[in-house]
Structure formats: structure tokens, C-alpha cells
């Protein structure tokens, strides 16, 4: 079954335009970082009953020369994980059919995570952009690249706002907690996927 959004960028998302290629767990199984200094590995456990129903997967940040790991975060279905350079991670967690959130992970621990989704998203963003996000059913966040202090993601999804769909480009800076976004001007949905232009959106 294809991941919701990767249709516009491939399986491994190749081509958009993050420092590496995204795989996607728990199918890949690890995924060292460029230089070697970091392994990503995925976990297995039974959630309880009360929590999920299937299997809860974890993924494992293991430092290669020590042999020193720690838990990153917990994930159900799949998650699209990528290294961008050596030090950050990007993951793209799919948390149902009807939305995704993006997670920043620092490879040394130096900075806490940083967690987008809709509900973040909604705060963010300018008043007159809200709409899209609070009256849409399906809205999926996917992380990019990060470059330097900068996060690129991937907003889109559809619902009763935008029957026909809607795509941003937002860029998060990592260090002040602010967002801008580019909106689509026009987007025609065919078979499952999106077309669009891009304008600017000022807040």
C-alpha cells in the first residue's frame, strides 16, 4: 500500500530535495548515517491492548564506536526516516491515513526534538491560513531537509475546506519557533495526486 504523499516524490522521496534519500521503517530495518558514526535501528514490541492494536515499533539511535544506543521515539505503522548530513534526523511519522506528523532529532542530543503536526502547524501559521488546516480531515506534515537552522516541510491534504486539495511549502526556523509558507495557487487532484504553483504568502 503506497504511504500517503510520496506519490509526488517517489517510494524513497529521492527527489525532494533532502541531503539523503528516506526509507521507510520498519521495512528498512537500520540506515547508518553518511559517515558512519550513527546507526538508526528499528524495534519491535507489543503495545498494550489498552494503547494499540498491532505491533509498536521504536527507533533506536546506536552510536557505532561505543556501542551506546538510545530510544528516539515510538512509531506505529510506518515512519520515513532520513539523515540530513551527519548530525540531524528527519522523520516523517505516519501516525493514520488522515495525517502525518514530522519529527527533528539532533545525532549528539544537543538540542531537544522538534515535533511538527497539525495541531502545532494550526498555532503557527497565519490566522488566515488556519482554515486549512482546522477544516480540512486529512492533513499530512512531512519533513524535507533541514538546512542549517532551517526545517523544510510538506504540508498538503484535502477535506471540506479544500475538496480539491491543498499544498504548502513551509520552512521552520529550528532556533526561533516561527514558520513561512508558500501556498498553492491552483491544485488539481488526478488519480491520488496533486498539481501545483506556487505563490507567496506573506503573514
Known sequence: MPLPGVGDCGLGFRNCNSAAPFVVFPKAGQLPSPDGRFI??????KAPLSEYVGTLHS?????????????????????????????????TQYVSKRTSRALVFVADNSRDPVVIDKASLTVLVPINLRPQLRENDRVFVEGSQVEGKTLTLRVWGYGQHDPNGFRWRCEYNLLENTISCEASKSITRTGGRSQARFGSLNS
Open 59 to 91: 527507533l533506536i539511535l546506536e552510536e557505532a564506536g561505543s556501542g551506546r544506543s538510545r530510544e528516539l521515539c515510538d512509531y506505529v505503522g510506518v515512519a520515513a526516516v532520513a539523515w540530513a548530513k551527519n548530525d540531524f534526523i528527519i522523520v
Open 40 to 45: 538508526l535501528r528499528n524495534a519491535d514490541r
